[in-house]
């Protein structure tokens, strides 16, 4: 039987081969100092971190505030948070251009987490539509927004499903999740990306899907290492809600 | 074969060979001047201390988290008996949800300081703001208690981020 060798471990300053511990026996320099520089560069990852948060707060406030809501200042928005999301991502391609990337593509993986996302939002959109109608007396619809407009529908499509599943997987489980890494373990990314992922939503009953929703698409981002299903998962989850909507309006009109 | 008999590390007391120059857990120069050595001893002791300081900023940000959960449960229930309206039952529910978010982050804290700091403080931070941003009168209320509070768990934080540094360069686990 042919044995296994280990690779040899060499001291990076007098390249003396180090059997065990953490510094060189011969010139005693520490061999950890590539870890002691991560830890340096910890504070600095979270400011980056806390700006591009405070940046897409600020945005998302904006939107709340803003009482009569139009196409336009929704789109102008929704441009406004894009353009954070791109920026930040782009400040730190090289840490973060490996999430581009799709290693371990699976058509069945994608088709069963789409098909999911499709039945998750069904259940969602019925339980809410039961708790509006039926416990607060309220009828809510997204689309009386972009009604107004002769591609309202497109539009809307656009600004809910297409640039929220872009830009938002790009933001939190791109760009914010890959700063949070180097500050923290995996586990603790996941939960931080995804409290803040459903705080920016500035509303307390989301807390029982989005943060759910949020920890998962955080899972396979982790698991799978790409945006890519978190981006289809949650495109999908969104466009399933747009199609609903519509479906509503044009079974009522008729 | 006496010559390779192990010794044991004046500093950290680890098991070492008699042609070894450095110890291999902590870098304790064996062969440097007496000079060399208590230089060594004493930048680790400094170490040591400062880590025992550190960890005490750590556990009153964890502390912090405690106390933000009681002044929270407090104004609950001053605004609670105080206002009346409509609102009242969505305020109500948005403080239990925060009342119990910072106790859970605090009980996280003792396994996952950092983490726990992070939200916590993201949280406190987001509060003030969506505050102001309402009622902009409510960021002067409670300005020391407000100052104080972030200013532990900054301080918390990087606390706890210079005592894995600290631990990293000790050679601690």
Request: charged share 15%.
């Amino acid at each position: 039987m042919e044995q296994e060798e280990t690779p040899r471990k060499l001291c990076s300053n007098c390249q003396n081969e180090i059997a065990e511990g953490n510094f060189c026996s011969k010139c005693g320099q520490a061999q950890n100092d590539l870890e002691v520089q991560i830890y340096s560069k910890k504070w600095l990852s979270l400011l980056q971190a806390g700006l591009f948060i405070l940046i897409q707060l600020v945005l998302c406030i904006c939107a709340f505030l803003i009482q009569e809501t139009s196409i336009t200042i929704t789109l102008a928005l929704d441009f406004a948070m894009a353009g954070t999301a791109m920026a930040f991502f782009t400040y730190n391609w090289s840490e973060n251009k490996q999430l581009l990337r799709w290693p371990n593509f699976s058509l069945k993986k994608l088709l069963a987490f789409v098909a999911l996302a499709a039945m998750a939002s069904l259940t969602l959109h019925f339980i809410a539509n039961y708790i509006n109608t039926r416990l607060l007396h309220e009828k809510f619809t997204y689309f009386d927004v972009y009604k107004s407009h002769e591609y309202g529908r497109y539009i809307m499509i656009l600004s809910m499903a297409i640039f929220p599943a872009v830009f938002e997987e790009l933001s939190f489980r791109g760009y914010l999740m890959q700063k949070l890494l180097i500050v923290v373990g995996e586990k603790e990314a996941i939960y931080i990306s995804s409290f803040l992922f459903f705080i920016i939503h500035l509303n307390v009953l989301s807390f029982f899907w989005l943060l759910p929703f949020a920890i998962i698409l955080g899972r396979i981002r982790i698991k799978e290492k790409t945006i890519w299903y978190g981006v289809a998962i949650h495109f999908i989850f969104n466009l399933t809600t747009c199609l609903v909507e519509f479906f509503s309006i044009d079974h009522f009109l008729s | 074969m006496e010559n390779i008999a192990n010794n044991d590390c004046s500093c950290c007391y680890t098991k070492y060979e008699i042609n070894d120059l450095f110890c291999k857990t902590c870098g304790f120069p064996f062969q440097g001047t007496e000079q060399d050595q208590k230089n060594f001893l004493s930048e680790r002791n400094v170490k040591e201390i400062d880590l025992e300081s550190l960890n005490e900023k750590v556990a009153t940000a964890c502390k912090s988290l405690y106390w933000l959960s009681g002044l929270t449960a407090f104004s609950a229930i001053v605004i609670y008996f105080s206002s009346a309206g409509e609102d009242q039952l969505a305020t109500l529910m948005t403080n239990i949800f925060l009342i119990l978010s910072f106790l859970g982050l605090g009980i996280w804290s003792k396994n996952k300081p950092t983490a726990a700091m992070i939200t916590g403080l993201s949280l406190y931070l987001i509060i003030i703001l969506l505050n102001a941003v309402i009622s902009p009168m409510t960021i002067v209320s409670g300005l020391i208690v407000k100052i104080i509070v972030i200013g532990a768990l900054i301080k918390g934080i990087k606390a706890v981020l210079e005592v894995d540094k600290l631990k990293k360069e000790l050679n601690i686990d």
